[in-house]
């Protein structure tokens, strides 16, 4: 088997597959944790023994001493969230630090996210007459925006107390216009924004570093990283269900930009998949349940945001998203999450193909309208009616269920690595060519 030092991990649908315990699991056979996109609108739940960590920004391998945590450049960071999160995480007991001998790095290049982000962000998305995107109000994609314009603040900025200030009285003066002009909205403080800010980057300074050059150094020496995605790959900026998508490359192409790592260097590719389907906020979801199965997993799986809290929109898998994706992403491995929710379903529907003007197809839409003329074709398998949870192999899966799991890997085109059978880490199946290809 060809050996693979490094690996990108990813949801497959449109986030929320349970990556953070994913990655958490995984973490303990990679030395670097590598986060390459989104912001704090991304929420990683993790339980270990019962205790639960929620994490927007940093990266789930920080749970574990022996794992580095890397908040890549393509990343925007809220320096406020940040620091909130790393001082969680130190009252937990976890020994967060940054500089040499620390376990945590933000990259000098990440974009910064300021108050008038978040200011214009919740204007735009509650005007009269725009189209609801379902976003988060965190300031995500007014950041983004802005390094597109060339005229964001990097992290390495955002040290630099003059350029800091010069940037903020400058940005105010321009954001503080325009959404008073559009939307109404009352100005905000440069001079309080400043002196805020200014205290908030020394409290960051430790933990900044060229992260390209930490990562790149890193796998040069033989050492293991992880690439963590946020959201799913159907949220992609480019090849997600657009308008309701992020304002990143969510996809496996994200890790490159977002971490200075070049393609070469990447090695496999994991997503992660909900042995169902959920979304949250606006968008198309051919599969989407409306009848009481959705209030079943909704209840079963907990399906309301990490972030926001939001409940989640249920439907049944929907193969012809997944294999899009597989094939965006070149994935090779999926892990399947969220089996035990499934427990008490009588039958279970599959989509296996869309029909459009009474012909099957593949194809995925790129457009809206596209998606409205689509008809799911189900194939609908029997459920196993009996407790899946906290079952540690694969052979002591119900038969029903390991022929779901079968049916899942063949129609798909990616192997199945791990299935995650509760939300503790432990509650875990690993397939032994998965093992072997992860000890490699």
């Known amino acids: 088997m060809t050996q693979r030092k490094s690996a990108v991990i990813l949801g497959a649908q449109w986030g929320d597959e349970g990556k953070g315990k994913i990655v958490d699991v995984l973490s ?19 339980i270990i023994s019962g205790k639960r960590f929620v994490l927007q920004l940093i990266p789930c391998g920080v749970l574990r001493p022996e794992c580095k945590g890397v908040i890549g450049n393509g990343v925007v960071l809220d320096p406020m969230a940040f620091l909130s999160e790393v001082k969680k995480l130190r009252e937990a007991g976890l020994p967060i630090e940054g500089g040499p001998g620390g376990q945590l790095f933000v990259s000098n290049r990440a974009q910064v996210i300021l108050p008038y982000h978040r200011m214009i962000e919740l204007a735009a998305e509650n005007a009269p007459g725009r189209t609801k995107i379902g976003t988060t109000s965190r300031g995500i994609g007014p950041a983004y925006e802005d390094k597109m314009h060339r005229n964001g603040l990097r992290v390495v900025d955002l040290l630099n107390p003059s350029l ?14 325009i959404a008073h002009a559009l939307f109404g909205t009352e100005p905000l403080d440069p001079k309080q924004m400043y002196e805020e800010y200014a205290r908030a980057a020394e409290q960051l300074a430790p933990f900044v570093t060229d992260t390209a050059v930490l990562l790149n150094d890193a796998i040069r020496a033989g050492q293991k990283v992880m690439f963590e995605g946020a959201q799913g790959a159907l949220l992609d900026i480019d090849h997600g269900t657009y308008p309701f998508v992020t304002s990143s490359s969510s996809t496996a192409g994200g890790a490159v930009t977002g971490t200075g790592v070049g393609p070469t260097r990447m090695g496999t590719v994991i997503g992660v998949t909900k042995a169902y389907v959920t979304r949250v906020g606006e968008g198309p979801f051919p599969t989407e349940i409306n009848d009481s199965s959705a209030e079943l997993l909704r209840a079963r799986g907990q399906e309301y945001g990490a972030v926001t809290g939001r409940p989640r929109r249920c439907g049944w898998l929907d193969l012809p998203l997944l294999r899009y994706s597989n094939m965006i992403n070149s994935t090779e491995w999926l892990v399947v999450t969220k089996m035990d929710v499934m427990d008490e379903c009588a039958e279970i529907p599959v989509c296996t193909h869309y029909k459009v003007d009474g012909k099957l197809t593949d194809t995925i ?5 596209g998606f409205d003329l689509i008809e799911p074709v189900f194939t609908t398998l029997k459920g196993w009616s009996c407790s899946t949870e906290g079952v ?3 052979e002591r899966l119900p038969l029903l269920a390991q022929e779901y799991l079968t049916f899942l890997e063949k129609e798909s085109g990616a192997r199945i690595g ?9 509650q875990t199946i690993t397939l032994p060519a998965f093992a072997e290809t992860l000890s490699a």
Do not use: Q, W
């Not at 303990?28 to 993790?46: I, K």
């Not at 839409?365 to 309208?369: G, H, K, N, T």
């Open 365 to 369: 839409p790129a457009d809206m309208r």
């Open 392 to 394: 540690t192999e694969f």
């Open 164 to 177: 800091l200030r010069t940037h903020i009285n400058n940005a105010c003066h321009e954001k503080n216009t």
């Open 28 to 46: 303990g056979h990679f030395d670097v944790v590598a986060r390459y996109a989104g912001g704090h609108n991304a929420g990683h739940t993790v």
């Open 418 to 426: 791990m299935v995650s059978t509760g939300p503790d880490r432990d």
